[in-house]
């Protein structure tokens, strides 16, 4: 059984397009998160969620919105797609804090803006 | 802010060999945790090691084990009796005490030599 899984794997738009990915865990963590890995394969935090509350929001652009509908989900809706959202977007889930707890990370979802 | 840095892009090793992996970080924090990450080429995060930084005592898992320095803020991975497998990305993060998100380095990337 998957613990953290993402829809799609891979993602390929347009320029101004709008898009969704979707994470789902089934290990009944409180805790989710979005990081994102740029060409480089530098990894930053984007949103963090628990018990479906944002709590952290990394200065990340208006375009970029989370969604927790509930505990096991957390989606991430881009609006507006440019050349610089290409990236590999992870999400994570852990039973509450980041110390504390092992973060469980799905499989990434590779976008690529053309 | 937080800042984990990782001075070496990239690092080889010969089947057998013990590398080390170098990383520092910056926190004003006293109670936090450090943690090592490896990302092999089928791009899944997976946990190495974590250290608690009130505890004194090195964690160790199998061949990884840590050299965790607290006064130099330094937190190197030793990985003993290299493996093919072993090659993949390793990056460090940091969170403090009652964090609820990752701070990663840029990564090392390690290539093991026959």
């Known amino acids: 059984d998957t613990a953290v899984s993402q829809t799609p794997k891979y993602l390929v738009t347009q320029m101004g397009n709008d898009k969704s990915i979707k994470c789902e865990q089934n290990?009944?963590?409180?805790?989710m998160y979005w990081y994102k890995q740029d060409s480089k394969k530098f990894l930053k935090i984007m949103f963090s969620?628990?018990?479906?509350?944002?709590?952290i929001n990394e200065t990340v652009p208006n375009r970029f919105s989370p969604k927790s509908p509930d505990k096991a989900h957390l989606n991430l809706h881009i609006n507006s797609l440019e050349l610089g959202d290409s990236a590999v977007y992870f999400c994570?889930?852990?039973?509450?804090?980041?110390?504390?707890?092992?973060?469980?990370f799905g499989p990434g979802t590779r976008l690529t803006v053309l | 802010a937080q800042t984990v840095t990782q001075s070496q892009p990239e690092m080889s090793v010969q089947e057998a060999e013990t590398v080390t992996l170098s990383c520092t970080y910056d926190?004003?924090?006293?109670?936090?945790?450090l943690f090592w990450y490896k990302q092999p080429p089928s791009r899944q995060m997976i946990l190495v090691i974590r250290?608690?930084?009130?505890?004194?005592q090195n964690a160790t898992e199998n061949r990884f084990s840590v050299n965790f320095q607290k006064a130099a803020k330094s937190f190197s991975l030793k990985i003993s009796d290299s493996q093919l497998g072993d090659a993949a990305m390793y990056f460090c993060a940091y969170t403090e005490n009652s964090g609820y998100a990752l701070n990663f380095g840029k990564g090392t990337s390690l290539l093991v030599t026959p």
């Open positions: 994570a889930s852990s039973p509450g804090l980041a110390g504390l707890n092992e973060q469980f």
């Open positions: 290990l009944g963590h409180d805790t």
């Open positions: 926190t004003s924090e006293s109670d936090y945790y």
């Open positions: 969620y628990n018990n479906k509350e944002l709590i």
């Open positions: 250290q608690e930084a009130y505890k004194q």
